[in-house]
C-alpha cells in the first residue's frame, strides 16, 4: 500500500522555522517529481515547492528565499525546510508526486502566530 506521512508542523512565532518531513511507504519514489501543497482553512490546496527527479528545485513565488525543498532518496522521503515564517503561511501541509497521483495523507499542521 503507498502511503505518504507527513510530519514536522507545528507552532512557531512569525520570522520562525521549521523542517517538514515527508516520508513515502510502499513504493520508491526516486524515479518521480516531488511536491509539497497547503490547504489554509476555507482555501483549496495549492502547490507550494517542487523537486525533479534530478533534484531541480523549484516554489512559488511568495515562499522563494524562504522555503527550500530537498529529496533523500536512500530514505524514500522529501523534507521542506522553511524559514522566515509568515502568518500567511499557516495551513496543513501535504506532500505528493507531481502532479498529484497518490492517496493524500493526513498534513501536517503549521500555524504561525504574528
Known amino acids: 500500500q503507498v502511503q505518504l506521512v507527513e510530519s514536522g508542523g507545528g507552532l512557531v512565532q512569525a520570522g520562525g522555522s521549521l523542517r517538514l518531513s515527508c516520508a513515502a511507504s510502499?513504493?520508491?519514489?526516486?524515479?518521480?517529481?516531488m511536491g509539497w501543497y497547503r490547504q489554509a482553512p476555507g482555501n483549496q490546496r495549492e502547490y507550494v515547492a517542487s523537486?525533479?527527479?534530478?533534484?531541480?528545485?523549484n516554489a512559488k513565488d511568495s515562499v522563494k528565499g524562504r522555503f527550500t525543498i530537498s529529496r533523500d532518496n536512500t530514505k524514500n522521503t522529501v523534507y521542506l525546510q522553511m524559514n522566515s515564517l509568515k502568518p500567511e503561511d499557516t495551513a496543513v501541509y501535504y506532500c505528493?508526486?507531481?502532479?498529484?497521483?497518490?492517496?493524500w495523507g493526513q498534513g501536517t499542521q503549521v500555524t504561525v502566530s504574528s
Open positions: 505528493n508526486t507531481i502532479p498529484p497521483s497518490i492517496p
Open positions: 510502499g513504493t520508491s519514489f526516486s524515479d518521480k517529481a
Open positions: 523537486i525533479s527527479r534530478g533534484s531541480v528545485p
